[in-house]
Nanobody, 123 residues
Framework: QVQLVESGGGVVQAGGSLRLSCAASGRIGAIFAMGWFRQAPGKEREFVAAINWSDDYTYYEYFAQGRFRITKDNAKTTVYLQMNSLKPEDTAVYSC????????????????WGQGTQVTVSS
């Protein structure tokens, strides 16, 4: 089993930036892809971005392209989500996830979830 712990959420004004972190522990060898999802109040959970563990290939949802960047630190087994030019509609609980591949992650076939971290963007 893989354990995921997120940090870095908070309150920021529109146009500001935040960096989320997701530290993985446990059966690291079982991780093939990690990514971020978000869920706003009253809305369904949606995919944000993901990264392949082996080759750093990344994939972004349309609203994240050009504003968000997902990276990882192999030594720390940590994935980061740098979010810039934040908008009020980015307000949500952001959750980290691990899966056996990018496709399975986007299909919500998740092996492990983090507890989530709140991001609030004020106008």
């Amino acid at each position: 089993q893989v354990q995921l712990v997120e940090s870095g959420g908070g309150v920021v004004q529109a146009g500001g930036s935040l960096r989320l972190s997701c530290a993985a522990s446990g059966r690291i060898g079982a991780i093939f892809a990690m990514g971020w999802f978000r869920q706003a109040p009253g809305k369904e959970r949606e995919f944000v971005a993901a990264i392949n563990w082996s080759d750093d290939y990344t994939y972004y949802e349309y609203f994240a392209q050009g504003r968000f960047r997902i990276t990882k630190d192999n030594a720390k087994t940590t994935v980061y989500l740098q979010m810039n030019s934040l908008k009020p509609e980015d307000t949500a609980v952001y959750s980290c996830a691990a899966a056996k591949g990018l496709a399975t992650l986007r299909a919500l076939k998740i092996d492990s979830w983090g507890q989530g971290t709140q991001v609030t963007v004020s106008s």
